[in-house]
T-cell receptor, first 114, second 108 residues
Framework: GAGVSQSPSNKVTEKGKDVELRCDPISGHTALYWYRQSLGQGLEFLIYFQGNSAPDKSGLPSDRFSAERTGGSVSTLTIQRTQQEDSAVYLC????????????FGQGTRLTVV | AQRVTQPEKLLSVFKGAPVELKCNYSYSGSPELFWYVQYSRQRLQLLLRHISRESIKGFTADLNKGETSFHLKKPFAQEEDSAMYYCALRTGGFKTIFGAGTRLFVKA
């Protein structure tokens, strides 16, 4: 596609349920990022994939959060046993990964845990 | 530690007034710095990058390595500049971290 695509755009889930958020990056982009955007918290780095290298998971807030990237393209962010504090907009971005290139963002998935 | 600090959560100015959004960074290597903007109901998008030394929509930002700053400036704010602005630091490993953001509100 022409841009980064995320699905679903909105997700309401009950506390304790697992959720999966999907990201389709721009074709050819080797770098993929997940961020969390919370009111008053700004943009919080979660995880970063670059090519075939091991992902940088340093931003994942707890072991309930995990992400994978299959075939160097599509990525899935999974949140297990969701809590109300997980409610936020989850943003995915991709970039060429080489040189000072910009990151292109998806429209985000708004997650609401009730 | 790598860190981006935007000290102001909200900045409110009148139309036509100068605006400066502050950004300070902490990074031991050679930084690559960016400003991203998010207008209402739109995606986060790149505004400008320090390496290009460009002026976009009247905004400029100068990298000051001595002060580890990358403040965003515009001499005359416009109402359409109202948005959320994020300063970003890209490290040598290509990981990009963002500041907490500053909401700019330009009043008529």
């Amino acid at each position: 596609g022409a841009g980064v695509s995320q699905s679903p755009s909105n997700k309401v889930t009950e506390k304790g349920k697992d959720v999966e958020l999907r990201c389709d990056p721009i074709s050819g982009h080797t770098a993929l990022y997940w961020y969390r955007q919370s009111l008053g918290q700004g943009l919080e780095f979660l995880i970063y994939f670059q090519g075939n290298s091991a992902p940088d998971k340093s931003g994942l807030p707890s072991d309930r959060f995990s992400a994978e990237r299959t075939g160097g393209s599509v990525s899935t962010l999974t949140i297990q046993r969701t809590q109300q504090e997980d409610s936020a907009v989850y943003l995915c971005a991709s970039s060429l990964g080489l040189g000072p290139t910009e990151a292109f963002f998806g429209q985000g998935t708004r997650l609401t845990v009730v | 530690a790598q860190r981006v600090t935007q000290p102001e959560k909200l900045l409110s100015v009148f139309k036509g007034a100068p605006v400066e959004l502050k950004c300070n960074y902490s990074y031991s290597g050679s930084p690559e710095l960016f400003w991203y903007v998010q207008y209402s109901r739109q995606r986060l998008q790149l505004l400008l990058r320090h390496i290009s030394r460009e002026s976009i929509k009247g905004f400029t930002a100068d990298l000051n390595k001595g002060e580890t700053s990358f403040h965003l400036k515009k001499p005359f704010a416009q109402e359409e500049d109202s948005a959320m602005y994020y300063c970003a630091l890209r490290t040598g490993g290509f990981k990009t971290i963002f500041g907490a953001g500053t909401r700019l509100f330009v009043k008529a």
